[in-house]
């Protein structure tokens, strides 16, 4: 079990690296956010962190099935 979860976060955070940097990003956003923004800053950045990674995974799921519809639609030729 350990090694199927281990492979899915190297195959997340290393052949995507689209993913985690774009996590990275996210993260020092909310973290400018939270540091700069006073009690209202930090209130928030919780959930805009929550959201910005929630908006990089739909987009990366989304990207994949492109790649896969057109994997698919080649190898039916």
Do not use: K
């Not at 985690?20 to 962190?49: E, K, M, N, P």
Request: charge should be positive; hydrophobic fraction near 60%.
């Amino acid at each position: 079990m350990f090694r199927s979860i281990w492979a899915t976060l190297v195959g997340l955070l290393i052949e995507d690296g689209q993913l985690a940097i774009g996590a990275l990003i996210a993260l020092a956003i909310t973290w400018a956010i939270a540091y700069t923004g006073g009690d209202q800053g930090r209130d928030i950045s919780g959930w805009l962190l929550l959201v910005l990674v929630l908006a990089l995974v739909v987009a990366n799921l989304y990207r994949a099935g492109l790649t896969v519809r057109a994997r698919v639609s080649s190898a039916r030729r």
